[in-house]
Structures are given as structure tokens and as C-alpha cells.
């Protein structure tokens, strides 16, 4: 890791061959970084936002640094790569209705905390991020917290993301799906949670366009 107490390989995951060059590439978490977060409050020992590395099989070589920072501005704590996952397809989709045949991967932040706008948060909701092994950025459909996909916890202190997998073809369209874990939900399906309970909850999400298919 670059600093003490990143937590540089918390996650580790396959991602399959994104650039040509024989070999697979691979992807590392470190989700409590904080050099240079941008956060008045965010200095050690504080847990900064955290990053993932994407970094080429053969040699090694860092192919990208992300962070939730370089899109949405990020929040301090979020545990940007506390869990990774690879070996899937979900986008870009083609002309066909298929995914790009390159392989695709996604970055959790368990902690990550959802702004609704008009004042609204859902602090330690979670978040997980999926990106193009393409262009290594993010695909557009998962993006938006307010456009209806799932990629986003339902609650505050849901930890969306605290575990993640990609998978084969769950809903038969011909692409990759994945499956979400967040281990604090409490308030799904209108279960009763005495005594503050966490049943927990896993989300299978349609890799096409981000809707969830089952809980």
C-alpha cells in the first residue's frame, strides 16, 4: 500500500484479459486510503475514501487507480474497495443485445453515503460500483443514484456491498448478472427487527441495466 493503514489488498479479484496482452488482469482494494481525499475531516488517522488498482497480470503494471472520488465526489469512510469481483460481462450493450465480450468488474463501498438531494442522506447505505473492463470507466446504466437502479442501499446502514460476486446469466437475456451482499439490512420486505436485529439481506441485480431480479 501506499500509506500505513490503507488496507492495500482488503479485496483482491480476477478480472479476465482487458487490454490484449496475454494474461489476466487483476484488482486490488484499498479501502481506507485518505492521502489528498479533499475533506477537511479526512487527515490520519482517519479512514479516508479508498481506491482499487487495476493492474496488468503479466508484469504487474497499474492500468488505473479509481476511487468514487473521480465521479460523484466521493465520502470520507465510503471503503472504496472494500470488496472487488471480476470475470463479468455486463456492458457495454451492443447492437445485438449483448454484452461486449470484454470483461467487466465492480468495486464496493460499503460505507458509502447516498445524497437524495433536497437535504436527504442515508449514511453507511452503500454503493457498488461496476465498470467497463473497456474503457475502465464506469458504465453509465449504474451511475445515477436517482435512476431507478440498484446499486444503491435501500437504508442507512445497509452496507450495500459489503460482499459482491459476479455471476453467469441469471435472467436468460444473454448477459452477465451479479449478486450483492448487505449484511446490516434490517428493513427489507417489511420484517419486524426487535431489538434492532440485522437479518441481512443479497440482492441478485440484472447486469443489463442494473434492476434487481430477487432478494
Given at each position: ?32 486510503f485518505?492521502?489528498?481525499?479533499g ?19 503479466a ?6 487507480h ?12 465510503e471503503?472504496?474497495?472494500?470488496s ?6 455486463v ?5 445485438f ?6 470483461p467487466?468488474?465492480l468495486?464496493?463501498a ?14 453507511a ?6 465498470y ?7 458504465l453509465?446504466?449504474?451511475a445515477?443514484?436517482?435512476?431507478g ?31 450483492v ?5 434490517s ?13 441481512g439481506?443479497v440482492?441478485?441485480?440484472r ?8 432478494t
Amino acid at each position: 500500500g501506499a500509506l500505513n493503514k490503507d488496507r492495500f489488498g482488503r479485496s483482491v479479484a480476477v478480472i479476465g484479459n482487458i487490454d490484449g496482452i496475454p494474461g489476466a488482469e487483476f484488482i486490488i482494494g484499498a479501502p481506507e486510503f485518505n492521502q489528498d481525499c479533499g475533506f477537511p475531516d479526512c487527515v490520519p488517522p482517519s479512514k479516508g475514501p479508498g481506491y482499487a488498482r487495476v493492474s496488468r497480470g503479466a508484469t504487474s503494471e497499474q492500468l488505473a487507480h479509481l476511487s468514487g472520488q473521480q465521479y460523484d465526489g466521493g465520502t470520507v469512510g465510503e471503503a472504496f474497495g472494500w470488496s472487488v469481483a471480476g470475470m463479468v460481462d455486463v456492458g457495454p450493450i451492443d447492437q445485438f443485445g449483448s454484452a461486449d465480450g470484454v470483461p467487466d468488474f465492480l468495486v464496493g463501498a460499503h460505507r458509502y453515503k447516498s445524497d437524495l438531494g433536497g437535504g436527504e442522506t442515508r449514511d453507511a447505505a452503500g454503493r457498488v460500483w461496476a465498470y467497463s473492463g473497456a474503457t475502465l470507466q464506469p458504465l453509465p446504466a449504474f451511475a445515477d443514484v436517482l435512476n431507478g437502479t440498484k446499486l444503491f442501499g435501500e437504508n442507512g446502514g445497509d452496507q450495500f456491498g459489503w460482499s459482491l460476486c459476479g455471476t453467469g446469466d441469471l435472467s436468460g437475456d444473454n448477459n452477465d448478472d451479479l449478486v450483492v451482499g448487505a449484511w446490516r439490512a434490517s428493513h427489507r420486505m417489511g420484517l419486524s427487527c426487535p431489538g434492532g436485529q440485522l437479518n441481512g439481506a443479497v440482492y441478485a441485480v440484472r447486469g443489463s441495466d442494473g434492476a434487481v431480479l430477487n432478494t
